[in-house]
């Protein structure tokens, strides 16, 4: 059974940091890219950043040059590292990956106050 499981939210003032964290079980972590994805309220939910089992990483413009992420293969996890944070980032944020379907996790709330 597949199952993607995120932490790390939280609240956090304009200019600061937060790592969120994905645990990924199964084949899913070693055989897939995961994905990072985001959805704030009243907004489609879009993709922020990703990285395959072979490491070549994505980040969508937003988000060039402030976030980071990265995978630790003996702990079946992905991290995306936030840094500068913006009010814009507020959302909730979801661990993803894709294998003939897509597999989410819970989501983990965000909040960037200004």
């Known amino acids: 059974q597949v199952q993607l499981v995120e932490s790390g939210g939280g609240l956090v003032q304009a200019g600061g940091s937060l790592r969120l964290s994905c645990v990924a079980s199964?084949?899913?972590?070693?055989?897939?890219?995961i994905n990072w994805y985001r959805q704030a309220p009243g907004k489609q939910r879009e993709l922020v950043a990703s990285?395959?089992?072979?490491?070549?990483?994505y980040y969508t413009d937003s988000v060039k040059g402030r976030f980071t992420i990265s995978r630790d293969n003996a702990k079946n996890t992905v991290y995306l590292q936030m840094n500068s944070l913006r009010p814009e980032d507020t959302a909730t944020y979801y661990c993803?990956?894709?294998?003939?379907?897509?597999?989410w996790g819970q989501g983990t709330q965000v909040t960037v106050s200004s």
């Open positions: 199964g084949t899913i972590f070693s055989d897939n890219a």
């Open positions: 993803n990956a894709y294998n003939s379907r897509h597999y």
């Open positions: 990285i395959t089992r072979g490491g070549i990483l």
